[in-house]
């Protein structure tokens, strides 16, 4: 039974920092590549970021662009995402996920149903 696990959210003033990281089990993690995703209120779930399963190959949405890095350590399973410059308007619930199928993909993973395992979530807040 695969699991995903994020944590790092919390609330942060506007120009500041935050990390996310995102931990999965029950399945063999550098055949997948994963995808980072946020929800704010009364909207709907956004693609962020996603990075191929050796971590070679990242995307990012034009929003965050410049400002989010994801990387990812397969020897611990875990998949970051680092946020620096945060603005309000980040302001979300985070899922990170992994895609539903292994290997390369030939597109860029953008939705929701590319993604087969979603952790809980973990909320961000920026303060202005």
């Known amino acids: 039974q695969v699991q995903v696990v994020e944590s790092g959210g919390g609330l942060v003033q506007a120009g500041g920092s935050l990390r996310l990281s995102c931990t999965a089990s029950?399945?063999?993690?550098?055949?997948?590549?994963m995808g980072w995703f946020r929800q704010a209120p009364g909207k709907q779930r956004e693609w962020v970021s996603y990075?191929?399963?050796?971590?070679?190959?990242?995307s990012y949405s034009d929003s965050v662009k410049g400002r989010f890095t994801i990387s990812r350590d397969n020897a611990k399973n875990t998949v970051y995402l680092q946020m620096n410059s945060l603005k309000p308007e980040d302001t979300a619930i985070y899922y990170c996920?992994?895609?539903?199928?292994?290997?390369?993909?030939?597109?860029?993973?953008?939705?929701?149903?590319?993604?087969?395992?979603w952790g809980q979530g973990t909320q961000v807040t920026v303060s202005s």
């Open positions: 996920a992994v895609s539903r199928a292994t290997g390369q993909w030939w597109r860029v993973p953008r939705r929701v149903d590319d993604y087969a395992n």
């Open positions: 029950g399945l063999t993690f550098d055949d997948y590549a």
């Open positions: 990075i191929s399963m050796g971590g070679k190959s990242t």
